[in-house]
């Protein structure tokens, strides 16, 4: 598989990073519903065989159950992937979420992770959730320090704004942006995406895919029979109308992903990779076999009448 640069590091990402919040399981609230712990390290160790070299998870992700999986996974593998995790979303007794960045919270959180992950140092800790009311700054000069300490290799931060990465920029270096980004959910484009690529900021989307709605395999049928645990109960894309018009814009990418050999899942990553501000895409999967869908996009690089073919459909349906 490729391997691009991530920002000013020296972390080669293939095009392909392993996504792990649906192996969080379903006991808290944005789960994906029951999760076998068996498929999950299964669905690693393929990801690992089939050439992905790193992995992205948190500690929210089923708190703190995705990164005991992963550190299970990893469990007596000499070559081991790089690891991306996240700090900022804390819960409590009752498994109510929370926000903290406060420097006792971080350094509780890397105490943590280390821990399940079972690691000495983690390749690239990002602040999760920033809220324009945290002390973003504090939180990444607290972050700069546990690079010093050789806890941490690199700093990224997701879901941030063009001036949250300057403030901390000054700073410390930040490697890597974690934005969604996708057919579906394309706005970083305007600002974030330019930006990034200017100042080599590394960029790995997550949700290429949408959480599935661009795989080809959903339905309205498949939308009814999700368990209530799902989050994508209450996501907006998932209801109509705006289901009925992701489904007829999927129908029309299906056609363009079979004349080149593809399936429609992997022409979603191949467009969202086709950007030159990406680096790689984040692409979460549950069990094995989810891969063989997933891996090829990639090494697709769409050519410019596919990826202006696919836009006018884009623009269409939004």
Known sequence: MQKRPLGKSDMNFTTIGLGTWAMGGADWDFGWGPQDDKKSIDTIHKALDMGVNWIDTAPVYGLGHSETVVGRALEGISEKPYIATKLGRVWNEKKELGF?????????????????????????????????????????????????????????????????????????????????????????????????????????????????LLTGKFSHEYMQNLPESDHRHRDPQFQDPQLDQNLKMVDQLTEIASRSGYKVAQLAI???????????????????????????????????????EIDRIKAKHS
């Not at 602040?127 to 546990?146: F, G, Q």
């Not at 790689?280 to 050519?303: F, H, M, T």
């Open 100 to 212: 903290d960045l406060r420097p006792s919270s971080i350094r509780k959180e890397i105490e943590d992770s280390l821990r399940r992950l079972q690691v000495e140092i983690i390749d690239l800790y990002q602040i999760h959730w920033p809220r324009d009311k945290d002390d973003v700054e504090r939180a990444w000069e607290t972050m700069a320090e546990l690079v010093h300490e050789e806890k941490v290799r690199y700093l990224g931060i997701c879901n941030a704004s063009v001036e949250q990465l300057q403030s901390i920029s000054r700073i410390y270096p930040v490697t890597s942006l974690q934005p969604p980004y996708s057919l579906v959910k394309p706005d970083v484009e305007n600002e974030l995406l330019p930006y990034c690529q200017e100042n080599q900021i590394g960029v790995v989307p997550y949700s290429p895919m949408y959480k599935g």
């Open 270 to 308: 191949a467009w969202t990779l086709k950007n030159p501000a990406v680096t790689s895409a984040i692409v979460g999967a549950r069990k094995p076999d989810q891969l063989n869908d997933i891996v090829p996009a990639g090494d697709w690089e769409l050519s410019d009448e596919e990826k202006a």
